[in-house]
């Protein structure tokens, strides 16, 4: 029974929940007789037209719910979404006496991934809360955006989530996970900490017992893969990957590129040494590992390695997470700032290295965006290379 309220072209079912930020109907499309969810904002905070605006910039926005439609009324913007066949994280929380760590993290991460996204286009939620989180029938969670106008206080949206998952801690939490909540840091490092604190698990939906869901959740499958698992797993090994490795190459990830050939000339002499160009090493460097990435060739990354290395462990591991799971990263790519020989002799050299990492995506198959990386700043790091076979390789990395 719905309150007297209708909408062209649709028909209000009931509603699946209420709060003072989210006032979230289940509906149905009454030319196709679909399923859907309709999200009603009072026009006088929310015109019709600058929730346009702000759903086409959160258009690439990962795990934010995007709009199908939206419709005005005399008193209303609608937003019409798919329905949360999942249900909604407050739902949940009604029928959960214990959420696992794991599930926090399943929970917590794809949605400071959001929050990163949108503020890096200036947008703020404002209303971070257990209503604001619904689910697919994978267990996925998606942020309800208001829709409303820009905001500047994007931290009030990260100590949001954070005071949200600390309420869904109980005893059985580990201190790790405990730490990770309490640090006042931003949506992207919120991320890395929940990742670095337990393994992500499988969100367990459940209908209420004795009475009727209004969204009904199915049962889970024992021992089903949830989709989000393996992206958050890619996430992980690509985080180890970016932080041990070195620069990326500037090539777009879509394509293989072009490699130049890396100097195989007979080994410098002490005298010659002194004017390679240590940069343009690297960056030839680079643009190999870049096609091993854009390709998924692990033969290409065993060759700019010394074997055995530390750096080529953590390439191949991300790599491997990546390959596995049918994911990619787009745009990924250090950017080389500058690098200059801290010694150097016939057989190896030692590097310092600065670099950039600008944003990017872990996409699927499909190139559909399935997680967000915000960029960072500059870093240092201290390089070492080896001339092996006429080549040079790198030997090790390590921040400075």
Not at 73 to 91: K, R
Not at 178 to 189: E, H
Not at 370 to 394: C, D, F, M, N, Q
Request: aromatic share 4%; charged share 25%; net charge positive.
């Amino acid at each position: 029974m719905t309150d007297g309220w209708e909408l062209d072209g649709y028909i209000v079912v009931a509603p699946i929940t209420q709060s003072a930020g989210v006032d979230l109907w289940r509906g149905r499309d009454r030319s196709t007789g679909g399923a859907v969810s309709l999200r009603r904002l009072p026009t006088s905070a929310y015109p019709g037209a600058a929730v346009r605006r702000v759903f086409a910039r959160l258009s690439a926005v990962p795990f934010v719910v995007q709009a199908r439609a939206i419709v005005e009324t005399a008193d209303a913007t609608v937003i019409v979404h798919d329905l949360p066949t999942g249900g909604t994280l407050s739902g949940l929380l009604d029928l959960r006496t214990h959420v696992s760590d794991g599930e926090v993290v399943t929970i917590g991460v794809p949605l400071c991934n959001a929050l990163a996204a949108a503020h890096e286009r200036g947008l703020v939620h404002g209303h971070v809360d257990a209503h604001a989180v619904v689910f697919d029938a994978d267990g996925c969670p998606g942020l309800l955006w208001p829709g409303g106008a820009d905001r500047d206080d994007r931290v009030d949206d990260t100590r949001s989530l954070r005071a949200l998952l600390t309420s869904m801690l109980d005893e059985h939490s580990t201190a790790a996970l405990r730490n990770a909540l309490a640090a006042d840091s931003d949506a992207n490092q919120l991320a890395y900490e929940l990742l670095r604190s337990a393994p992500a698990t499988p969100v367990r939906l459940r209908r209420p017992r004795g009475r009727q869901a209004v969204v009904r959740a199915p049962r889970p499958v024992r021992h089903a893969r949830r989709r989000l698992l393996p992206v958050l797993a890619a996430v992980v090994a690509l985080i180890g990957a970016v932080a041990g490795g070195v620069s990326w190459a500037r090539t777009s990830p879509d394509r293989a590129p072009t490699i130049p050939a890396i100097a195989s000339s007979p080994p410098p002499t002490v005298a010659t040494v002194a004017t390679v160009d240590w940069r343009t090493v690297m960056q030839q460097l680079d643009t190999r590992r870049d096609r091993a990435f854009a390709t998924g060739d692990a033969d290409e990354l065993r060759l700019l390695y010394v074997e055995s290395s530390t750096p080529l462990a953590v390439d191949e591991a991300a790599l491997g997470s990546l390959t596995r799971r049918d994911l990619r990263a787009r745009g990924l790519r250090l950017t080389i700032v500058s690098v200059t020989a801290v010694k150097a002799d016939a057989s190896s050299a030692l590097l310092h290295v600065v670099d950039q990492l600008p944003a990017y995506d872990i996409v699927d198959a499909r190139g559909r965006v399935a997680a967000h990386h915000p960029a960072r700043g500059l870093r240092s790091w201290r390089v070492e290379l080896k001339r092996i076979g006429g080549a040079w390789r790198i030997a090790t990395v390590r921040s400075v």
